[in-house]
């Protein structure tokens, strides 16, 4: 089995100010991370990955994620939030090591992200 | 450049009517996958197709069925809809790597389905 844990279920953090949105999982296989971000009313938007290779991921709008293998973690940040980047954001996992059946992505609860003017 | 397509974006049936939404992958994506997300909660894995035939199950009722075709969009069918499927239904598409892998799954905008 497989899943996502996002401990916060929301963050406020000041414009300009770095942000961190925390993710931790449990996954039998190798980990296929993800980070979506929702905004309202809308549909999921790919942020970004990390499948095999360097432990920091760079996305799109300024955003990366650090896997840790030892802490079983994925969080996001951005060295400098904006306002536009309040939304929902989503924590997924896949288990890369087996084929077939188990290509389901299972997300976290999510986390809102408030970014404050 | 070309994202998922789900139509219709609103949906309002009453109870015990049916339902179908319909999913149009990215051009050239070979696998579809269905997800439903209730009012203030994450997605939930009901089902997926590859190559027209179904690839994995999830969270899916027994009222609920789904089907891929050749050009490889995908219907979901909803039948004796009730007061509790009122929700966002997504529709995420991705290609084939082979050997059973496949990439990044990349979401539509959903189809709000609202059951009075």
């Known amino acids: 089995a497989q899943s996502v844990a996002q401990p916060e279920d929301q963050v406020n953090v000041a414009e300009g100010n770095p942000l961190t949105v925390k993710c931790t999982y449990s996954v039998s296989g190798n980990p296929y991370l993800f980070w979506y971000v929702q905004y309202p009313n809308r549909g999921l938007q790919f942020l970004l990955k990390?499948?095999?290779?360097?432990?920091l991921v760079k996305g799109s709008y300024g955003f990366e994620a650090e896997f840790n293998k030892s802490q079983t973690s994925f969080h996001l940040k951005k060295p400098s939030a904006l306002v536009s980047d309040s939304a929902l954001y989503f924590c997924?996992?896949?288990?890369?090591?087996?084929?077939?059946?188990?290509?389901?992505?299972?997300f976290g609860t999510g986390t809102k992200l408030q970014v404050i003017p | 450049a070309a994202g998922v397509i789900q139509s219709p974006r609103h949906l309002i049936k009453e109870k015990r009517e049916t339902a179908t939404l319909k999913c149009y992958p990215i051009p050239r994506h070979d696998t579809v996958y269905w997800y439903q997300q209730g009012p203030g909660q994450d997605p939930q894995f009901l089902i997926s197709?590859?190559?027209?035939?179904?690839?994995d199950k999830g969270s899916i009722p027994d009222r609920f069925s789904a089907q891929q075709f050749s050009d490889y969009h995908s219907e979901l069918n909803m039948s004796s809809l009730e007061l509790g499927d009122s929700a966002l239904y997504f529709c995420?598409?991705?290609?084939?790597?082979?050997?059973?892998?496949?990439?990044?799954?990349?979401f539509g905008p959903g189809t709000r389905l609202t059951v009075l």
């Open positions: 990390y499948i095999t290779g360097d432990n």
């Open positions: 995420a598409s991705s290609l084939s790597l082979g050997a059973g892998y496949t990439d990044t799954q990349y």
């Open positions: 997924a996992v896949r288990d890369g090591g087996s084929a077939g059946g188990y290509q389901k992505v299972t």
């Open positions: 197709f590859y190559e027209k035939m179904q690839s």
